[in-house]
């Protein structure tokens, strides 16, 4: 008996290269880029049914990450941005039936922006002070809980480590590192509220083969790309981000 995937081909010209982006920013590399994956699937399918589709593959790009980048994350960053990441996961979990999905990445786009411009208008200095660490607890709370509506962790959390100037591997790692334990907390939740069906399972599977690919595609640039330009392609992604996140919630229908 054949499993009951989708088989419009209208999803999967958006659902590959969303799989592939959400790779290389998996990989830690261009974390920006991987809150595109929902949107550009939400072209085809409902937000929390992307956000099903993928689950299982976000498991196989962050146990990729690990192993890529096994040994080189920040331990006392990470100490500080689990904890405070999953409160997040457990606010989305109590209110993801009242929210809508679209108006939270939306809101999620907004802060971007305001984030690139700020580093735009008044750009770090060599003696510059990393940001608070309230702000960055209410930030990567934050991440925990767009991460859970809508798989966009990403710009929030990078709002308060990217200024903290890591190395671009220990970054990476550190990224893996947090949004594998993020996504983890997020099975059961999902199987709550009834959004790992069999469809959604079986074309998670079918995406599959495309996510080493991404991820492999993202490590090798980290590993391999100078730390200013590094820093200036996440910058890229979120901006790409906050635009096609502001303009699918707030733009004309």
Do not use: C, E
Request: glycine share 10%; no cysteine.
């Amino acid at each position: 008996m054949s499993l009951p995937l989708i088989t419009d081909w209208h999803f999967y010209a958006a659902a590959i290269p969303a799989v592939l982006l959400l790779g290389i920013s998996k990989s830690g590399f261009g974390a920006g880029f991987g809150s595109l994956a929902v949107p550009l699937m939400a072209l085809a399918v409902t937000v929390p049914q992307a956000a099903a589709i993928l689950m299982p593959i976000l498991f196989v790009m962050d146990v990729m990450g690990l192993a890529a980048y096994r040994g080189k994350w920040d331990a006392k960053l990470l100490r500080f941005l689990v904890p405070a990441g999953l409160v997040g996961t457990v606010i989305g979990t109590v209110s993801f039936r009242l929210l809508d999905a679209t108006l939270v990445a939306g809101i999620v786009g907004v802060f971007t922006l305001l984030f690139l411009a700020q580093r735009l208008a008044f750009p770090p200095r060599a003696d510059s002070k990393p940001p608070p660490r309230w702000l960055g607890a209410v930030l990567t709370a934050t991440s925990g809980f767009t991460s859970f509506v809508a798989h966009a962790g990403g710009p929030p959390v990078n709002a308060y480590v990217l200024p903290l100037r890591l190395a671009p591997v220990t970054f990476a790692a550190t990224m893996s590192v947090f949004f594998f334990v993020i996504n983890l907390s997020k099975w059961i939740p999902y199987g709550w509220l009834g959004l790992l069906d069999l469809r959604n399972m079986s074309t998670s599977l079918a995406l599959m083969p495309f996510a080493p690919v991404g991820v492999l595609v993202g490590v090798r640039l980290a590993h391999r790309i100078q730390p200013k330009r590094f820093y200036q392609l996440i910058y890229l992604g979120m901006l790409l981000t906050g635009l096609k996140l502001v303009w699918d919630a707030f733009g004309p229908a």
